[in-house]
């Protein structure tokens, strides 16, 4: 009789303890292998050309990114040639002042090894590249990348 | 006294809050990883400044108009046959190459090009001037630069098949992840020395 009150009680609980260990794991993971967002977008995330012969930035505490595209809020107007730089929409005047910014936060021997990552979107035009790339060359940022993804060329 | 076994301690929770972690990296983070179009601006050139004197048959123009078409050496031309004619101009090989630190490079002994009189005298004195108007699309602009560096990596791996039996991105490769190996960075600048990118952005036009 007793045997068979014993078998009443239910199932034994499972043993979860190893779900916090894969848990964590996957944590981990990410952790390693992402990178925090650093800014919010003030305009539409750019869509990137493709191209071929990309090379991968290293080093990205020495990247400046300066964004180009169409302004999200429509007061700034709907063209795609609006820059952002930091957190707020600006003009190819600002450059200068927001290479100064990036170059106090490293070491003077790295600046030589700094990058302006421009991220601009396919539709904007060739114009507002050249003024932040004349401004560039005013501040000696002289090293600078295209953003664009890898894919095959002729599109 | 009877030995007591120790409480379990309540671990369920753990679960919960590993999950709150990794869902809140999984939103604040991103992976793409960061790729581009590398280039090295001109420095400023200071006031008095004199361009130096360029022979016509040594720049290789390139022109994009408002309306995205382009012009290759005063005739219309395709995005797609860009890359061909960037190659025979670059590796024409028809005359003498630049003095570089005292020494004459002499005429250009690896090109396979035709030798023609009216294009390039050396690779090393061959420069493509790429202008475009205010008005192009940056997503053509970047096309047009591509295909003008997939015209140089094409000959730089070539003539690293040539000589070293291993392609020129490979070799570039290896040389990065071997910083030290002083034979392989002679190899890797000599094949850079041999195709040098000389690409340079005129003023746009209006």
């Keep these: ?155 | 006294m009877a030995r007591r076994e120790n409480p379990e301690i309540n671990a369920g929770s753990m679960a919960d809050i590993a999950f709150l972690l990794l869902i809140f990296f999984l939103v604040t983070t991103t992976m793409n990883v960061d790729s581009g179009v590398s280039k090295k601006l001109s420095e400023k050139p200071p006031p008095d400044y004199v361009p130096p004197i360029i022979k016509e048959k040594n720049i290789f123009e390139v022109n994009i108009n408002r309306n995205n078409e382009l012009l290759v050496e005063g005739e219309r031309m395709e995005v797609k046959d860009l890359k061909d004619a960037a190659i025979a101009f670059i590796d024409n090989g028809g005359g003498e190459g630049n003095v570089e630190e005292g020494v004459k490079t002499g005429p250009c002994t690896y090109c396979k090009g035709e030798r023609s009189e009216s294009s390039s005298d050396h690779p090393n004195k061959a420069i493509i001037s790429v202008q475009s108007d205010r008005g192009t699309e940056y997503g053509t602009y970047l096309t047009v630069q591509n295909e003008l560096l997939r015209a140089y990596s094409e000959l730089r791996n070539r003539l690293s098949m040539e000589k070293y039996k291993i392609p020129f991105s490979e070799l570039e490769e290896a040389y990065k992840d071997d910083k030290e190996n002083e034979a392989l960075k002679k190899k890797v600048e000599d094949i850079k020395k041999s195709y040098p990118q000389i690409i340079s952005d005129a003023e746009p036009t209006n």
Excluded: C, W
């Excluded at chain 1, 290293?58 to 302004?71: C, D, M, N, P």
């Excluded at chain 1, 927001?98 to 990552?117: D, G, Y």
């Design chain 1, 1 to 155: 009789m007793s045997k068979f009150r014993k078998k009443k009680k239910g199932m034994p609980a499972v043993n979860t303890a190893a779900l916090p260990d894969i848990v964590f794991m996957l944590l981990f993971f990410f952790m390693v292998t992402t990178t925090m967002r650093e800014t919010d977008l003030k305009i539409d995330a750019p869509r990137l050309p493709s191209a071929s012969e990309v090379k991968k930035l290293e080093h990205k505490s020495l990247v400046s990114t300066i964004y180009v595209g169409k302004a999200k809020d429509p007061k700034y107007g709907t063209s795609y040639n609006r820059i952002q730089l930091n957190d707020k929409i600006g003009t190819a005047d600002d450059v200068p002042a927001f290479i100064m910014n990036a170059r106090l936060k490293v070491s003077e021997a790295e600046v030589p090894f700094m990058t302006t990552s421009i991220k601009a979107d396919k539709e904007s035009n060739v114009g507002t590249i050249t003024d932040i790339r004349l401004k560039l060359r005013d501040v000696n940022a002289l090293k600078i990348s295209y953003s664009a993804s890898k894919g095959g060329s002729n599109n």
